[in-house]
């Protein structure tokens, strides 16, 4: 019977999980093991020498369960300690780069060096355009991308039903009256904003994102990002707009890309006009993208129409100022040959390492 703790111990030192331990406990102390049987054996025996035998048995039968015990805690612990091990996060990996014998980067010690992440092209040019204006001495401003109808169409001169608001196909949010809140179709309604928050004089610009229930093709996709424009002084005339938008052009695109710009209309702003430049991914000839024309439109522009500034209650006749918006996702594109947008939105790794 002695011999059974003795046989617990070396069972038990080679049980690898608490599921073998399991086994072990039920050949050793379960109804079939031979303590079971010593114990079944007792009732027969003369009454002095079961108590003996009896007293031998409870004996070694706690030692092993006492055995049984501790190796189910040591096993518990060991796998404790490997799940610990094997889910921490070993953030010096990440953060220490292998640097070679010089202290620089890229050595041969150490592991190697994980790919590292960057602003995607569309932040960087955003980053771009404001440091070409903010050099200009604009201010950068920001405003809400979701809007009431009063500041995406009503303030810009466009009652309800005003057939102009078929320019922008709008989401609406399911807030309030219908078609009162909306995902802003394009960065004027912060022209609104700024005219309310600040008295002229206003040099600002005003980057972020904007959304239309557009089909996606290769110049278009249902989000994207304009950064406007606006300047309210007085004595503002057009060709202080578009010697803006000259020294834009060639600040941001350099010497070689053409700007131009076309009549056009917009309810906001009078006279309007369209700004184009030289397509660059066929260099003027005509291609897919430019749907063969050679240029490619960036936004539209003009001078600030008095009903605007009636509307944010701004003397029209003290101040006049003209605005622009124009595409940051499109001369992203001009500016990388992206003959296709919709890549900006695909998020495929092989593309964004490119930029
Ligand atoms: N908001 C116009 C658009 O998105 C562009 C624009 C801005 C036109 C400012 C004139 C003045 O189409």
Redo the contacts with the bound molecule.
């Keep these: 019977m002695e011999g059974s703790v003795v046989e617990a111990e070396s069972l038990l030192a080679r049980c690898k999980s608490v599921a073998d331990v399991n086994v072990v406990e039920a050949e050793l102390i379960g109804k079939r093991s031979r303590l079971a049987e010593v114990n079944r054996e007792l009732r027969g025996l003369p009454p002095d020498v079961r108590r003996e035998r009896g007293r031998r048995l409870h004996e070694v039968r706690g030692r092993i369960e006492s055995l049984l015990v501790a190796r189910r805690e040591e096993l518990r612990a060991a796998s404790r300690q490997t799940r610990l091990e094997s889910d921490r996060i070993d953030l010096s990996e990440v953060m220490s780069f292998p640097l070679d014998r010089g202290g620089r980067p890229g050595g041969r010690m150490g592991p190697p060096a994980p790919a590292r992440g960057h602003p995607g092209v569309v932040q960087r040019t955003r980053d771009e355009l404001e440091d070409v204006f903010v050099g200009m001495g604009f201010i950068v401003v920001e405003g809400p991308e979701v809007e009431t109808d009063w500041y995406n169409f009503e303030a810009l001169n466009m009652p309800p039903a005003h057939p102009a608001r078929g320019?922008?196909d709008t989401f609406y949010l399911r807030l309030g009256d219908p078609e009162t809140v909306l995902l802003r179709?394009?960065?004027?309604p912060v022209?609104i904003r700024l005219m309310q928050a600040q008295r002229p004089p206003i040099y600002a610009v005003v980057p972020g994102r904007?959304y239309r229930r557009d089909t996606p093709d290769a110049r278009h996709v249902p989000i994207f990002h304009?950064i406007?424009?606006l300047v309210i002084d007085r004595g503002i005339s057009f060709s202080d707009l578009a010697g803006t938008i000259d020294a834009f052009t060639t600040a941001y695109f350099g010497e070689g890309i053409h700007a131009r710009l076309r009549p056009a209309f917009?309810p906001?702003?009078e006279p309007?006009a369209e700004f184009e430049i030289t397509c660059t991914i066929c260099a003027g000839v005509g291609c897919r993208t430019c749907s063969q024309t050679g240029w490619i439109e960036l936004?539209?522009?003009?001078m600030v129409d008095p009903a605007v500034l009636g509307a944010v209650g701004i003397d029209d006749e003290e101040w006049s100022g003209f605005?622009?918006?124009?595409g940051i996702d499109r001369c992203a594109q001009m500016r990388h040959g992206i003959p296709d947008m919709r890549v900006l939105l695909e998020n495929d790794a092989r593309f964004l390492r490119q930029l």
């Design positions: 320019m922008w179709t394009h960065t004027s022209q904007c304009q406007e424009g917009f906001f702003t309007s936004g539209g522009c003009g605005a622009f918006g124009f």
